[in-house]
């Protein structure tokens, strides 16, 4: 069955003053998908992610959204039309309640935020008891789970997450994914740009690989997975 | 020479002085006008000196000296640490303190001020002698294994301390030796206008000294050293009609500089510049001797 | 590198140098007084023409800053004495002009600026400072040898610089002997008085010492209050000299402060006005415009009479009513208007020529003249200056319907 | 005993002075990333402006009153586009000279071109002629009872707008970290001009309450509150809003207290080395910062 296609962008350069962060990125992310996106440090994912939600000006290029062309959108216009971000390092506000930063997350959305509130406190019980207490007083995962809460109070059609796995005890990084998967079973688009290789390709559906601003390979994540420039590069040689 | 002249460039010295005591505790991104409060403290004694003990010039100037850099260990030890807007605030506590203190002892002629400070001959030569020392001292520090010090405390605290440099006692050395230039500065500015008031070493002094400096460049020493003569030359020069709207040019022009260059206008990205330009003009005028002697040899 | 290490050696040696000359200076013998001690006569220059085509007279004045309006005020006064004397003939035949120089509040720096211009004017007289930092800029004028007339900044700090200085205020402590007297003459039964002053202002302190020792020559316990500049509410003021149980106040402060405390304390239940004594910096357009309404009865003792009925002064105060919309009354309203007529009459009697040749000579003839003018006739009348001091007589009046009443004029002995 | 309650009363209703306008100083330090020294010269101005309008229209209160809140508000937004380039490079320094910098250029504007610089006084009709409520010497005017009435419901008011409802959320956000803002989706440009409009109205309602409590505005008034307020506020810890409250109040107690029983020319040296040994102990202010 034909998926709609969520994002599209068209030959997609980045650049912060001297230094040329993405040289002509094009992708596309279909509904329902999982796409996560790898590479070394510093090889062009967070300025993508960025672009895409206007913080980072695109030089030329296109982003389209929904249809709709949103490159020179401005952020809080792109969040509000579906999109949320959960940055690397979670990007929570520490002095702020975890109920204050849930409310912040559906900042754009003027009516009643009661019942998305519900819906989060069942499916995410840990923030329910710490529903008071200052999210900076919250344990590393625990303020993973409030970042991603915080991005589905959004309501949004994509959900980018940039590294979420960085720092969290090997037990939480199981947890983490199954959380991914569950949230993509319930219909939301997730782009996922990671360091763990081996665990987003497992739970991902299509995969791009980026070197120094620009895409080297792409395709299913089973493919990828077995191609052996990734394992070298990526996930570490199985031999 | 004229008196515009003379005294023009006297006040200049000083405030270069004063502003490059802004600038050398603001390598350690701490802003400290407690100079100004130490300035009142060696003018007042080395004018009692002078006027009530009959001592000779050089013996009153180091007493002064010496009793401003005693007075300047008070705030340091205790602002060692203070985040830079609370030291701000603090120093400008210590200077209007500093002016009640002087207007209400007895010996120091209360709000009248004493009068009859003697002239004191050369004291152009003396003011530009002590520029230039403190100049050397500062440009000598600023290239030094204390200057590289200094800028990591300004970068980043914690690695700094992490790399064994002690911020408090290096704050501490900083603050005394800046105090002994505004010592040495105040002084020279009680022989320029040979009455003392306690009102002298206060806001209006403050004001003008943040412009020179802001305006000027706080990141380097040179911003204060072109920008005071500049900005006090063109207050001086400004003709008779609008004299009334001295403090409307000078605000806009606070203003427009901090927007443009908001570390004022010769900062260190400037000085690279200028570096590597004279370096370039500099070869080229030593090739071009090379030429002229390989032809005339 | 290693050329610069050495270039850095010389310098710091040859600062040292410098710094021993320094020591060597010695300190130079110069007081205040002028270097020609014996006093010769005014030399009358032979021949009547006047060398400059136009007399142009430095001034200096408060042009910017939080007390701009004391400059306003005085060019105000100069103005229309300059239209008066330009249209009459001018000096000796000559217009007359008034070069202005800034030198803002309490600023040294500026006060310094502004004299070392104007004696680069190589002027024969300057209109002088009025503002509180005279005393950073007489030094100047002394040691080269110029009369100043920084008539408002009181007598001590006209001795300090004597004889290069004329004085408007005379000398305080006679003045408000007799102001004191006739004040608690006409308020019977006082024992105890509160006594706002203000330490931080340089001229205030000596009023307020002179006016203590004339209350208690008259057995009258006082008690001071020091009201600061930079006080914003004036209620705990008011408070805490009831607190006193007083019988009656005298304000030596800035106006501002005056007007605000009376009206702090008329709110809390003192009536009787009549025992306030406002001292004589009190006529300042800040006291008429913050005590509107409040100000009923008070005294106030001055050594000017501001509803003098001489002609010039009535001319100045309608055209300052014109302007304003208050009559006038604050001393410097008049000041430069006084100032420039004592230089006219100098100018002319002593033949001043503005030969760059004679200046020596004639600026000491004007020191001379002007230090000892005999019935020089001001905007108030006729008035004389023995040794740069103007004898005034003191003036105790009352305050009805927002302006002065009823004044009585005390004779004063110096 | 009266006295003391007297004395107590001018305390207070000095403190919620300070409290007014630490108020506005803390919003724009949080929400504008900048140090507004010029806040109080703002307020002066608007004093000002609302002078003019009442002696133009004749002592109509009502439009005085409005004029001062308009321009309070105009003014501190005309300072926004300023500020903006500052903010977004977190020159908070830089900003503290160009603030410094219009406060050069307003006290210039007042202290001639307004009413030629003399001491500006308002009609008895705002500031009540008579006192509501004396006994002994202690009196309670209308303007003490508006300032502290005032500044208790500007502070109720503030903290329910900070902590209860969509746009404080916005604003302490901005003030804590201004990328994890973006990221939510509010918007910055926005959000700090509504900032500057807040602190602007609520600086125009304090100049209105100034105006009835002192009776007249200066010149120089704007640079003594202005080192007042930013004593109070780094004294609080900079940016620490309910600090600032209580910080404000406990100053002007002090200063009160200080003015009616210390002699008078220590006072200024004793209320600025309080200030000075309380930073000196706690660099980063009592309440700490940006709480």
Redesign the interface.
Known sequence: MVRNNILKIENLHVSYGPVRALRGISLEVYEGEIVVLIGANGAGKTSLVESI?G?TPAESGRIIFMGEDITQK???H???SGI??I?EGR??????SVM?NL???A??Y?GDISEDLNIIYKSFPVLKERTKQMAGTLSGGEQQILSIA?GLM?RPKLMMMDEPSLGLAPVLVKELFEIIVNLNKAGYTILLSEQNARKALQCGHRGYVFETGNIVLSGKSGDLEKDIRVQHAYIGSAL | MSFSLYYFLELTAIFIILGWTLYWVYRIGQLNNAPIAVMAVSAYLCGYALLNWGWPLILAFVFGAGCGILFAFIPALALGRAPAFAMVICTIALIFIMQTVFRNLPWFGGSLGMFGIPKVKKLLLITYCFVGFFGILIYRFDHSRLGRAAEMIFVDRDIASTLGINIYLFSVCLQVMTGTMGAVAGMLYVFTIRTIVPTYFGFAFLLSITTFIFVGGYTTMWGVVVFTPLLWGLTVILPESITALRNIIFGILLMVTLLLRSEGVIDKRFLRKINIGSKLVFMKIFSLFQKIKDVRG | MKAFKILCVILTILFFGAFLCFAGSGKEEEKASAPAVEKEEAPAPAEDDVYVDEWVIPGINIITGVAAYHGMLNEFGVDLALEEINSAGGIRGKTVRVRWYDEAIQDAARAIAAMSSALDMEPLVIMGPCGDYTKAAMPMAVEEGVYCLSTLTGTDVCKEFQPWTLCFTSEFEPQTLVATDKWVELNPGMKKIVHFINTQSSVWPAIAKAEDKGLHKLGIETVSIDVPNDAVNFGPFAVKALAEKPDGFVFTNHPNGMAKIIIELNKRGWKDNNRMLLSQAALDPTLWSVGEGYLEGVYAWTWYNPVSDNPSWQKLSKRHEETFGVPASFMMVWKGYDELYLIKRAFEDLKITGDPAKLTEERIAIRDYLNNCRDFDGIFGKVDFIDGIRQNPTFLFKIEDNYIANTTILETVY | MEVFTAQLINAIALGSIYALLVIGFNLLLVVGGIFPFAYSHIVVLSMYMCWIVLRITGDNLILGILAGILSGTALSLITEPIFRPLAKRGAVLSSFIVAMAISMIITDIMSKRIHGGVVISFPLTLQGKEALITFGIATITAGHIATIAGSIIAGIGFFYLLYRT?QG??F??MG??P??A??????IV?TSIFAYMIAGFLGGISSILLAMSLGSASAVLGDNLALKVMAVALFAGLGNIGGGLVAAMVLGLAEGMALAYLPGEWYQAISFGMIMVIIMIKPKGLFGA??
């Open positions: 939600l913080i401005k952020t809080e792109i969040v509000a949320c971000l940055p990007g929570i506000l520490p002095l702020m204050e409310q912040l997350g900042h754009h003027k915080r959004s | 969509r959320r916005a302490r956000a804590q970290s990328f994890a973006r990221l939510l989706g509010i918007p926005k940006m709480a």
